[in-house]
Structure formats: structure tokens, C-alpha cells
């Protein structure tokens, strides 16, 4: 069996009995496996690892090259140093078995619903429409928390849009992970995400002691596009990848971040979270009324909200 353009079919069929999907690319054949991380590129010509390491999907954890013909040391060497497994004719036999074994996630040829399926959208937590968070913390908890007396304190509603997600992520051996939901929350001011967990926040239509709502600066367009961002980080893995390379064994740790179908954001709402403000001589306390951490100053005056 020659890689390359001289790929016979039966390789081409082993390939693909093993769950990769198969490419014709320029510089020779791609075989991926999504669900265990895998990427085999079958090589046409000589070509050098530097300029065909760019064919190998970023997400990807087990890659390797195979010539159809000894590669070289100086070829050999530069792969080693990238964490890719070179083979040939003389290596591809013994090693096909680890390549076409089945990845963590189930049989060769068969993947786990959960694993081949785009994830569904989670439906919002939250009634429709405005609403605002409970605070747990009154003035006088807040007075005790900033340890400042004497000075002015106001309740502000401060907007975020809180979008609920759906997530799978990478297991450390590069298979599929388990799914989970979560809530991620955009500060509409000051753009910074926070992931919250269903449940740990109670819902009102209205608050009994005075307060000053601010009204969102960022669009909801842009929350979902901030939110995202910082959900893929969140969730992205460090997985470790050994090969053997001669003598040498290769360490290689890479991070993994959810594929495309493997995050579905659900349906935004505006909701607004109480913040304890202490405006005094040295400057301005910010007290989240919900949980008690300080945070940030939105950099507002007083009498801009309402």
C-alpha cells in the first residue's frame, strides 16, 4: 500500500471502516477522526513536514504523516519537533493497528449519538422579558462589607445580557466529554462575561427599595459575540499526546477547544443585577448585592442613570 496519490483503495477503505473522513488535498490525502482527535495525512511525494503541517485541523490531538518512501532524518527530525508521528512503508504496517483502532468513544466504524449529533440549543431559564435579579445584600450588609461609613450609598440595576449555553467538551485523552449547561452573563457596559449556574439567582418584576437602573450600552448582537468568545476559553482542554520517535519519546500538550457542534448558545435575555454603590471621599466601592464580591466601577456619574 502506497500513501499519497498512489493510495490504494483498500487502505482508502480501512480508512474509512474506522470512522475517518477522507479528503483529496493538494499536497495528498486527509483522514480525520473527530471523535478521538486523530488526523492521518497521507503524503504525495517528499514533501516536507513544514509545508504540510498546515493540512492537519487545529482541534486535532494524534497526528501523523506517511510517505510513500523513506522521508529522511532532516524530515524526520523537524516532525519530531512538532509532535507529529512520521511513518513509511517499513512503519506503516506495524502501526496501522493503533491507527485503525476504535478512539475511547465506542466500536470502529460506529460513534455514540451524543458524539456524531450537533448539539440543540438550551431553552432560557428566565421568563421573557426585563427582569431583575434579588439582591441578598440590604445597605446595611453592604455598609458592613465596605467598611466605610459616612458616605453615600445607592442601589443601581446594573444590564447583562445572560444568554443559557450548551457545551461538550474534549475528554484529557481527546474523546468526547460529557455535556453540560450553563449561563453565561455579558456586564452591557463594561463588555466583562461571567459564567453563572441555574438556580443561584432568583427572579423579580420589581424591587421594593429604591433604586437607579442603567440602561445597556452594548447591543445584544455584541453580548452574544463577547459571550461565545469566552465560553469556547472556558471550556477549552489541555490534553497531553505522546509519541514514540525513535529513541525518543515526544510530550506534546495542546489545547482542545469545543468543536463546531459542540456549543449551541440559546435564546438571550436582559436582566438586571443589583450592585450596591459607596461613593466617598477616596473614590467609589462597587458591591455586587447578590453575591457580596466588589467589582468593577462601571465609570458612570450619579445623575447619567435612571
Not at 421573557?128 to 453615600?152: F, H, N, S, T
Amino acid at each position: 500500500m502506497s500513501p499519497g496519490g498512489g493510495t490504494t483503495p483498500t487502505l482508502r477503505r480501512l480508512l474509512e471502516a474506522a470512522g475517518y473522513r477522507l479528503e483529496d488535498r493538494s499536497n495528498g490525502l486527509r483522514a480525520v477522526r473527530a471523535r478521538d482527535h486523530r488526523a492521518v495525512f497521507l503524503v504525495s511525494g517528499l514533501r516536507s513536514p513544514v509545508e504540510v503541517e498546515g493540512e492537519f485541523p487545529g482541534d486535532v490531538v494524534h497526528r501523523t504523516l506517511v510517505y510513500a518512501e523513506e522521508p529522511g532524518e532532516v524530515a524526520r527530525k523537524i516532525a519530531a519537533e512538532r509532535g507529529i508521528e512520521v511513518l513509511d512503508p517499513t512503519t506503516l504496517g506495524p502501526a496501522l493497528g493503533e491507527i485503525l483502532l476504535p478512539g475511547p468513544t465506542g466500536p470502529i466504524g460506529e460513534e455514540e449519538p451524543s458524539a456524531r449529533a450537533a448539539l440543540e440549543p438550551p431553552a432560557t431559564v428566565f421568563p421573557e422579558g426585563e427582569r431583575i435579579i434579588v439582591p441578598r445584600l440590604g445597605q446595611a450588609e453592604a455598609e458592613a462589607l465596605a467598611g466605610v461609613e459616612g458616605c453615600r450609598y445607592s442601589l443601581r440595576l446594573v444590564p447583562f445580557f445572560v444568554t443559557p449555553y450548551r457545551v461538550r467538551v474534549a475528554s484529557a485523552h481527546g474523546g468526547t466529554g460529557a455535556t453540560s449547561d450553563h449561563l453565561i452573563a455579558v456586564n452591557a457596559l463594561t463588555g466583562h462575561a461571567e459564567v453563572w449556574e441555574a438556580g443561584e439567582r432568583e427572579v423579580t418584576g420589581g424591587l421594593e427599595v429604591s433604586s437607579q437602573r442603567l440602561e445597556p450600552e452594548l447591543s445584544e448582537e455584541q453580548s452574544r459575540a463577547i459571550a461565545e468568545e469566552a465560553v469556547l476559553k472556558r471550556h477549552t482542554v489541555s490534553v497531553d499526546h505522546s509519541e514514540q520517535h525513535g529513541g525518543a519519546l515526544v510530550i506534546e500538550r495542546r489545547r482542545v477547544p469545543p468543536g463546531p457542534g459542540d456549543l449551541r448558545l440559546g435564546p438571550t435575555v436582559l436582566l438586571h443585577v443589583p450592585y450596591w454603590y459607596v461613593e466617598g471621599p477616596e473614590g467609589r466601592v462597587v458591591l455586587d448585592a447578590v453575591t457580596g464580591a466588589r467589582a468593577l466601577p462601571d465609570e458612570r456619574e450619579i445623575d447619567t442613570v435612571r
